[in-house]
């Protein structure tokens, strides 16, 4: 099991950034992925992004050429970089490391975008 607490989250303008941070508590190199996810008021989560770990990475067309995902191994840390945010955007977004036997969570931390 592995404990996930994300950062970073806030209000921003339209059109603003935002990074968000994922610390794990103990090594992430036998996580087979890492993502972010989200979740707005009345739907589903959603997959944002993931990065698996031989580096690849994935991303929702919604948010393709915005938002960057990266992982610093050494800090066990995940981050997601998020330009050009439009109110849409707006939700609780999640950390989770996903192994072929379990997925772990993070509080999840509130982004809002204001148009």
């Known amino acids: 099991q592995v404990q996930l607490v994300e950062s970073g989250g806030g209000l921003v303008q339209a059109g603003g950034s935002m990074r968000l941070s994922c610390a794990a508590s103990r090594s992430i190199f036998s996580v087979d992925a890492m993502g972010w996810y989200r979740q707005a008021p009345g739907k589903q989560r959603e997959l944002v992004a993931h990065?698996?770990?031989?580096?690849?990475?994935n991303y929702a067309d919604s948010v393709k050429g915005r938002f960057t995902i990266s992982r610093d191994s050494a800090k066990s840390t995940v981050y997601l970089q998020m330009n050009s945010l439009k109110p849409e955007d707006t939700a609780v977004y999640y950390c989770?490391?996903?192994?072929?036997?379990?997925?772990?969570w993070g509080q999840g931390t509130q982004v809002t975008v204001s148009s």
């Open positions: 990065i698996i770990s031989g580096g690849s990475t």
């Open positions: 989770n490391a996903h192994t072929s036997w379990r997925d772990d």
